[in-house]
Nanobody, 125 residues
Framework: QVQLVESGGGLVQAGGSLRLSCAASGRTFRNYAMGWFRQAPGKEREFVGAIGSGGSTSYADSVKGRFTISRVNAKNMVYLQMNSLKPEDTAVYYC???????????????????WGQGTQVTVSS
């Protein structure tokens, strides 16, 4: 299984920005779509967005216009740029490898087969 390691989480004030990184192992990284999910305390894990192997992106309505996903295949990296952060964005953020079973727009965690350990993002008011 591919190994994924998230980083870049931390504490930020509402309205601020933060960029999360996900480092992936393996030589076939460029062939996979990658997703970002988040889980707040006491809540289910929810889809944030995803990026296809060709660079196309899909986002949850709650983050559209504020978050941007990008990737640099040569570095086996995927990023989540978060702007205009809100306290509601507070959660543990995970990156994951897409394995199929739908489309990137589906946003189901069941479509992903490898997960990182997560990185905490806390947005204060």
């Amino acid at each position: 299984q591919v190994q994924l390691v998230e980083s870049g989480g931390g504490l930020v004030q509402a309205g601020g920005s933060l960029r999360l990184s996900c480092a992936a192992s393996g030589r076939t990284f460029r062939n996979y779509a990658m997703g970002w999910f988040r889980q707040a305390p006491g809540k289910e894990r929810e889809f944030v967005g995803a990026i296809g192997s060709g660079g196309s992106t899909s986002y949850a309505d709650s983050v559209k216009g504020r978050f941007t996903i990008s990737r640099v295949n040569a570095k086996n990296m995927v990023y989540l740029q978060m702007n205009s952060l809100k306290p509601e964005d507070t959660a543990v953020y995970y990156c994951a490898r897409y394995m199929g079973g739908g489309t990137l727009r589906d946003g189901s965690s069941q479509n992903y087969d490898s997960w990182g350990q997560g990185t905490q993002v806390t947005v204060s008011s």
